[in-house]
């Protein structure tokens, strides 16, 4: 079992629980079997407090599950990969309604209602029961961890859905008569239930992975953000002034009290070990869903966190011949894909450290072909090679493999990177032909496979020919690193055990600013988010080609032993492509550590001033949208969007941003397979262009281009829930499910 303070499960079923909680040492939860269950225990303190500790089990259920089509996809951060799955909540197609349709992974319409419902049942049962309490040492984190639990699930479902239930007692037997209550309403409430948690909640939690005040903080200048943005415009008039001023307030306390880390690799990308190191106890966390590999809770409900593999693209298949599937690479199943147009042209790429550390650029090799005519090849320079070279330390059982098998180079035109067609794959599976054709600088082996952002035909062209980076639904991407994880006891697996962290003290910074721009003082404002872009900046000595992710835990991880057959066959590769992107890999190594000994500097943000990455962002957007080239607001919340991806890429927060601030319809440009059928790739072509003479592979969405404003701002009321509730005793008719339903649907 993890011990040092984690926070463990605790399972409630029918309303009684299995479990009790106990001061014991280092541990949060002793496990003890009651024989004997029934509903008076909860009219016990011990009951209630126990009942308020199984809600955290909320949030692991929300990533144990996949949460990711409520809150990555459809945005401009995010298409669908090659799997498909949940396609219509990217494309916002016929399919998406209240029962969506799709394969047989499809997350269900219900999926977001029908679990923040249950868990807002339990909290309400607690609240409800609060005189059970007086007297009870534990009465305020009991009643302020139920508080906090009910504000966070309503603030999410009213973004989600706009009017809902508010539902702040518990059921006493079944219940079918739900109307749905206004926004305002439900703000209020949330509002309420947020400042008492803040009030009973403690400074500093007992044990690591509980709520604490700064975390009711958090969450209060959120709502108080959220309630004075667009989508709440047709009401807030009378709350905006007063909620900006909050949300400062709140912001401000918690960045006081959880200053950000020094390090923006010590949030994901140093990981080394699950539940033990800087990436999963660090200041900057506010809120995290805790998971365990310990063997008492394997098997419990939600032990694993599956966002590891909604990113992973297929490695064994995009690098094909030099690579199979590892555990410290990571299961593909390929959900999601970064769009090309907006990722690979949202950071600095010689300046901003991010992008390095959020993205996986190189894999290893770690197959060795079967087949002798498959294992010797002709190099650029003429000479020919046997990748039997390339596996003797795999002869050892000491070391990860060390050649470079595939790399994502991200070469845009300012930084000067020429690759040419003939050396770059740019189709999904790599072909053959374009096999060992650029050099490894750190070992001298020549790499198998190669793609990049552009190609060119010659030297001596001024502009590019292909991508190898197309809107297809495929897995061909640079992808997200920063849920991988080695320390893990089972190949193949598509749960890892690192703790998701739900909210941070830097996304503070970012409410900070927002509520000032919002306010008028617009270079204030940008100003706020200069400690995030300082952390982003690389250090004076930092080797800004040095690669991490959390699958490099698999080195030191004490679960190699168990599966034998993968211990020394790894993909993590501990370089990047920085010098192939911005430029010194055919350089020397005294050009790199020249680059290396000095710091970085990202420029000083005004509304006069904007990078050039955002300046391409907002005339991108203003092709359909004249605002982002002339609205001083319009461009001041565009670039604090932008910085917030740049910051917090994937980590489930767009959707809800870009629903509340009514930017999702712009946005959307940037997602090609929602934006349109017919695709265009960043080079404005409609299909795989080949080489001259090639076949052309179109590109094309059939289910793109649907999304409606009046519609799709908000979700679909599912049809379980229609179908359950009754309106003055009976069934409702076809009429009735269509005026509580939300417009379009």
Known sequence: MKKNNRLFSILAVAGALLFSVTSCGDKFLNEVQRTKVDSSYLDTPDGLYSMSQSLYLQFRQMFYGEIWAYTNAGTNEFMIGGDGASEAYNTYDTRYGAKVEGSANTVGANHVWGMFYTWLNRANTII??????????KKDETLGTAYFLRGYDYLFLVNQYGDIPLVIHAASGPEREYARDSRKD????????????????????????????YAAAHFLAQAHLWRASECNADWNSSYVNSDLEEVIKYAKIVVDAHPIVARFEDLYANHTKSGSDITEKNSEILLKASYDLGTSERGSAYTGNMTLVWFVMPYQNAFNGFMQRDVAGGRSYQRLKNTPRYCYFL????????FWKSFKTTWAINKLPTKENEMTYKVKDGSTINTKEYFGEHNTEATFSKYLGGMYIINRKEYG???????IDIAYNAKPEKRFRIVDYNTGKYIPTVKALLTYGSESAAEPENTSMNPNKDGQFAML???LEGDIDVYNSQYSFRDFVIARSAEDYFFWAEALIRQGKINEGLAALKPIRDRAQFRAGEERDKYMDGGMAFETSSYRSSISAYTNRSVFYPKNSYFYSVGGWDKDQAYRDAVNAEASVLPTVTDGNYPPEDQYVMDFLAVTNPKYKSDAFTRALCFVLNEKSREMYGESLRYNDLVRTRTLEDRLRFND?????????ILGHTGNQGTAGGDIEKYYSPNGGNFKKAQHYLRPIPLEHLNRITKDGHALTSDEINEIQNPGY
């Open 481 to 483: 690193n920063k849920y």
């Open 186 to 213: 439900v703000y209020e409430q949330i509002i309420s239930d947020l400042e008492n948690a803040y009030k009973l909640l403690p400074a500093k939690a007992d044990l690591d992975g509980k709520v604490d005040k």
């Open 673 to 681: 397979q929602a934006w349109t059928q017919d695709m265009t790739d």
């Open 417 to 423: 990177q020429k690759f040419l067609t003939e050396d």
């Open 347 to 354: 950071y600095d790429l010689e300046n901003d450290s991010r």
């Open 128 to 137: 409800d029961k609060a005189e059970i309490l007086d007297g009870y040492a």
